[in-house]
């Protein structure tokens, strides 16, 4: 090839190494904004977010939340066993702060009555419409209500209160008994796992006692 020719054609391929770079012949890819975390929200948007109550032990209250589902059971701590105040409760967590539950007591014919919880983080403010017995701390009926505090969250998904004697077994089969005695009428548990009609349970008597008993042995809910 003559020179001439050579480096013209040199000259030419740098031309258009230029022209592409200073162009634009080569594309920028498109700038990626980030999307900004939201912070806040409108009264409109906070209407329509599901409350977020957390199952766990409050001291003097155990809850236990499946889905939208919330059970649960108030015992006065410093009770005597002629002095008792406790109720059991039951609701729908919704969209509405504070949750409105039925509190009664499964071991008696009383009326139901209506309970408020007002949840606050890890905190509630319970409103009663009737105290449970006149032994019951009045703050539950004034107009500031009775606060508790989440002493530690727990993976329960539902309280429930023993109706028949019930054993309690090593594992989900008739054969497998833990104990010789069995759980009485009015002992509360705290569900953890499900087996068909198998219930794994925590005894709410503060020894962290686990095992299986069968869900028939266990006072019905009034509108779970």
């Given at each position: 090839?003559?020179?001439?020719?050579s480096?013209?054609?040199?000259?030419?391929?740098?031309g258009?190494?230029f022209?592409?770079t200073?162009?634009?012949g080569?594309p920028?890819p498109?700038?990626?904004?980030?999307?900004?975390?939201?912070?806040?929200?409108?009264q409109?948007?906070?209407?329509?977010?599901?409350?977020?109550a957390?199952?766990?032990?409050?001291y003097e209250i155990?809850?236990?939340i499946k889905?939208k589902?919330?059970?649960?059971?108030?015992?006065?701590?410093q009770?005597?066993?002629?002095?008792?105040?406790s109720?059991?409760?039951?609701?729908?967590?919704?969209t509405?702060?504070?949750?409105e539950?039925?509190?009664?007591n499964?071991?008696n014919?009383?009326?139901s009555?209506?309970?408020y919880?007002?949840i606050?983080?890890?905190?509630?403010?319970?409103?009663?419409?009737?105290?449970?017995?006149?032994?019951?701390?009045?703050?539950?009926?004034?107009k500031?209500?009775?606060?508790?505090?989440?002493?530690?969250?727990?993976?329960w998904?539902?309280?429930r209160?023993?109706?028949?004697?019930?054993n309690?077994h090593e594992?989900?089969?008739?054969?497998?008994?833990?104990q010789?005695?069995?759980?009485?009428?009015g002992?509360?548990?705290a569900v953890?796992?499900?087996?068909n009609?198998?219930?794994?349970?925590?005894?709410?008597?503060d020894?962290g006692?686990?095992?299986?008993?069968?869900?028939h042995?266990?006072?019905?809910?009034?509108?779970l």
């Amino acid at each position: 090839m003559h020179p001439f020719n050579s480096q013209w054609s040199l000259w030419s391929l740098c031309g258009l190494i230029f022209c592409l770079t200073a162009c634009g012949g080569t594309p920028e890819p498109p700038a990626v904004e980030d999307t900004p975390i939201k912070t806040s929200w409108t009264q409109s948007e906070l209407d329509k977010t599901d409350v977020y109550a957390i199952a766990g032990d409050y001291y003097e209250i155990q809850i236990g939340i499946k889905g939208k589902e919330l059970t649960g059971i108030y015992r006065n701590p410093q009770a005597t066993d002629k002095e008792t105040c406790s109720f059991f409760f039951e609701g729908i967590i919704g969209t509405q702060n504070p949750i409105e539950v039925a509190c009664y007591n499964p071991t008696n014919t009383k009326a139901s009555f209506k309970g408020y919880f007002k949840i606050l983080g890890d905190a509630m403010i319970i409103k009663l419409s009737a105290l449970p017995a006149a032994q019951c701390n009045g703050e539950f009926t004034n107009k500031v209500g009775r606060s508790v505090v989440l002493d530690s969250k727990k993976k329960w998904s539902a309280i429930r209160m023993i109706q028949h004697p019930t054993n309690l077994h090593e594992q989900p089969i008739l054969e497998s008994v833990k104990q010789e005695e069995a759980l009485k009428r009015g002992t509360a548990v705290a569900v953890l796992e499900q087996r068909n009609t198998w219930l794994r349970v925590e005894i709410l008597d503060d020894s962290g006692t686990t095992g299986w008993i069968s869900e028939h042995g266990l006072y019905p809910l009034m509108e779970l």
